[in-house]
C-alpha cells in the first residue's frame, strides 16, 4: 500500500545507473581501459545497487566506500606508467657531449695536449676548426721543410731557377716573382677548391689519386708528421735569420752550388 505519489515512474532510471554506464564508457572506448578500474566501476555499481536494497540507513557508508575503491584504483594507474611513459622510457639515452680527448691525433706519449685549453667538450664545431686550421699548416709546414732541403740540390725552373738557396728565393730576382703566382694557386685551392665538408673528417678533401689509406691510424702519422714539421720549418726560418745558413748549411754543408747566375 504505497501511495501512488511515491511510486517510481516506469521510465525512471535506477540509482545504479551511472555506474553502469561508466561501465559501459569505458568498454565501447577506442583507447585502452586498464582491467583495474573496470572492475572498480563493477564494485562501485554493486554497492550502488546494494545500497539500494538496504534503504537510506547504509547509503552514506557505500558511498564513502566506493569513493575509496575508485581513489584506490586511480593512485594505482598514476603510479604505473601509461602507453606513452612507457614510450619514453624505452628511448635511448642521448648520445655523450662532444669529447676532443676522443677524437683522432692523441697519441702516446703526451696524449690529450691543450695545455690552453682550446678545445672545449661539447664544441664540436670549434675543435673542427682548429683542427682544420692544424692539418693546413701541418701540411705547409711539410712541404716547406722539405722545400729546404730540395733547394740545395735543385730548382724550380722558370720561378727560381739562378736564384740563392734559402729565404732571399723568395724575395729576390726571378724568386719574387715564383712567389707571387705561389700564393695565387694557393689561395685559389683553399677558397674555391679545397673547402671544408661538414659531412667529411676535417682536412678530407677526397682521394684523387685513389690510395684508399684516409684511415685513422694514416690520420694520427699525418697530424705527428705534421706538428714535428711546423717545429722543423720554424727553427730552419729563425736558425736562417740569426746565422744566415740555409736549412743545409745549417747541417755543415757549403753553399750550394746549383742555380748559381753563371
Known sequence: GRSPHFARPPFAPRRGAPQSAEIARAAMAPQ?????????????????????????????KKTTAKASIMAEVE????AEPGPQGAEEKAKPPPPPPFDPAMQV??????????????????????FRNLRAAELKHGRVAMMAAAGAVFQYYGRLPIFFDYEESGLKAAYSGNGKFGMFWLVVICGFLELFAWTEDDSKEPGNFGDPLGFNIYDPDMRNKELNNGRAAMFAALGIVAAELVTGKDAMQQLGLGPSMVGTQM
Open 75 to 78: 593512485a594505482e594507474e598514476a
Open 32 to 60: 585502452r581501459v586498464a582491467p583495474r578500474r573496470l572492475a572498480a566501476a563493477a564494485a562501485a555499481a554493486g554497492l550502488a545497487g546494494r545500497g539500494l536494497a538496504t534503504g537510506r540507513r547504509g547509503a552514506g
Open 105 to 126: 691525433g692523441v697519441t702516446e706519449p703526451l696524449g690529450f695536449f691543450d695545455p690552453l685549453g682550446f678545445s672545449k667538450v661539447g664544441d664540436e664545431k670549434g
